[in-house]
């Protein structure tokens, strides 16, 4: 389905991104750990082309997204949704706009530019936003929500853009525990319920024990960890983390669990 | 860490005093040859002018009392001066709106094509920020007398030089506020597949709006007194009438007009103020 071949990032001298493959052949949870740095954020973004890669390619469903230009690259940004950390919404606009933005990828260009939404867009939207419990806010400044509503009005945006894949950047590490907890329950909902690919970058290990069904650690750039989280011994913990061998490496400390 | 020793405390203590009588010195020297400056002035000027400048200065008030006194003697009938000059004031104040309307979408879109974070060609950004340098660069008053010369005695000129200089003025202004912006939403935006124009309408007006009608309320201000000036180059309107009736030194007249003026601009100056407060209200 998405092949990533030796993809490469530098800024610079500074190398983001250091030759990372991996394949993900069907729908999947997928968490990518690593310390601040580590390249997580810039792997996300050279998917989703906010970024430009230095080499190597990404190919989904037999296209080379790296050479999609124009037109060809908005359509696969509308397939592949993002969600940012600092939630990217427009603050000055209501709920219910911020989330019918999702679908302007296939408006025509007069509609969008004179802010006409159709009656089906508009129950498209305020059903996405029923279903995350945030339908009562949609009327309301996308600015006046809690961070934790406006993570969730992001998300309704994700997938106003009928996505074939999510790719989250530190979803929750904005967010209280409570928050954090809605927030990753809603994208694991979205994974089981649409059958879609989703990809979260977490700081937090356990979050990515406990929702994901695959890890992928990174260290200063280069993928050094690919598998189930069960196969994530303390060890390789502390090797992607860099921690020296005899610190004492509790992963409960960066926890946002709440029990 | 190393403690400053004693002998080099001394050492700057003497250096910040020097330093200080030097620059004490330079500033005796500075305002010494300001005075002379002004003192030689005041000399050429009465050696050039019919009168001199110490028997000149009591007479500053002479023609403000001859303002005040023509009014009084003008009784009742000073008040019909007021409707006589009030459709010329309309004609003044009609030029500084439209052109401050024309002036604000022309800056718009020059704005947008002079933002970093909205081009990224930045032959583009430079060509269009000259442009905006050069509309800028001359005072309406110059634009103006060109364009009087051109096009004949009209109110149309007056309208062109304001608009020109408007759109140099809050394109730069603009454009600035919009580099200032949030750049999430933006990224957010780029991050869903939305088109350029998709972006600008949704990613950069919701947040700019408030500052461009805030700008532009205030640039109204100074285009209804700048178009009232271009009366005096010809441009028409209540500036000409004003410059007449001093050259005929009709003090009722003068009287009359330059009420009609303050009062406009007070009137002007409390509504943009209102409009700018309640569209700063709305962002909290």
């Known amino acids: 389905m998405l092949e990533i071949v030796n993809l490469t990032k530098n800024f610079g001298s500074l190398i983001a991104v250091s030759e990372a493959n991996f394949s993900i052949t069907k729908p999947q949870m997928i968490g990518i750990i690593g310390r601040s740095g580590a390249g997580k954020s810039s792997l996300l973004r050279m998917i989703n082309r906010l970024l430009d890669a230095t080499s190597g390619e990404i190919i989904h469903s037999g296209i080379n997204i790296r050479n999609l230009k124009g037109k060809g690259k908005r359509k696969w940004q509308k397939e592949c949704a993002m969600i940012f950390q600092q939630f990217n919404l427009v603050p000055r606009l209501n709920v219910l706009t911020n989330v019918l933005l999702g679908g302007l990828n296939q408006q025509p260009l007069i509609r969008s530019l004179l802010s006409i939404f159709t009656q089906e867009e508009r129950n498209k939207a305020l059903k996405i936003l029923d279903r995350f419990g945030i339908v009562e806010t949609a009327l309301q400044r996308a600015e006046t929500l809690s961070g934790g509503q406006q993570q969730r009005v992001a998300i309704c945006r994700a997938l106003m853009q009928s996505p074939k894949m999510i790719l989250a950047d530190e979803p929750i590490a904005s967010l209280d525990p409570l928050n954090a907890k809605l927030v990753m329950e809603a994208l694991r909902n979205i994974h089981t319920q649409e059958k879609i690919t989703v990809v979260c970058n977490l700081h937090t290990l356990d979050t990515a024990k406990k929702y994901c069904d695959r890890i992928i650690g990174m260290k200063a750039g280069k993928i050094v960890f690919d598998d189930a989280p069960l196969k994530l011994t303390q060890s390789k913990t502390k090797h992607i983390y860099g921690a020296d061998e005899d610190d004492d490496f509790n992963s409960s400390v960066t926890s946002t669990s709440l029990g | ?284």
């Open chain 2, 1 to 284: 860490m190393t403690l400053i020793s004693k002998s080099s405390f001394d050492e700057i203590e003497r250096n910040i005093k020097r330093q200080a009588k030097t620059r004490a010195f330079y500033t005796i020297i500075f305002i010494l040859s300001i005075v002379f400056i002004i003192i030689l002035g005041v000399d050429v000027a009465n050696e050039r002018n019919a009168g001199s400048f110490s028997r000149g200065i009591t007479k500053v008030f002479d023609f403000p009392l001859d303002i005040i006194s023509d009014a009084f003697e003008r009784g009742w009938g000073w008040y019909p001066l007021l409707l006589k000059y009030f459709p010329t004031l309309l004609s003044t104040v009609n030029m500084a709106l439209f052109a401050t309307l024309v002036g604000f979408f022309g800056a718009v879109i020059m704005s947008l094509l002079a933002s970093r974070n909205l081009i990224k060609n930045k032959f583009i950004i430079q060509f269009t920020r000259r442009i905006l340098d050069i509309l800028r660069s001359f005072p309406e008053i110059i634009i103006a007398t060109l364009l009087l010369y051109l096009m004949g005695q009209s109110i149309l000129p007056a309208f062109f030089a304001i608009a020109i200089h408007t759109i140099g003025v809050l394109g730069k202004l603009f454009s600035e506020v919009i580099e200032n912006i949030d750049e999430g939403p933006i990224e957010g935006l780029t991050s869903l597949g939305s088109s350029w124009p998709q972006k600008i309408i949704y990613g950069v007006f919701p947040q700019v709006f408030p500052h461009f009608v805030s700008y532009t309320m205030l640039r109204l201000e100074i285009n209804v007194r700048s178009s009232t000036i271009l009366g005096f180059v010809g441009a028409g309107g209540i500036g000409q009438a004003l410059k007449l009736s001093i050259a005929w030194r009709f003090g009722d007249h003068v009287s009359a007009i330059m009420v009609l003026i303050i009062v406009t601009i007070v009137i002007i100056d409390r509504l943009s103020s209102l409009v700018r407060h309640r569209v700063i209200g709305l962002k909290i």
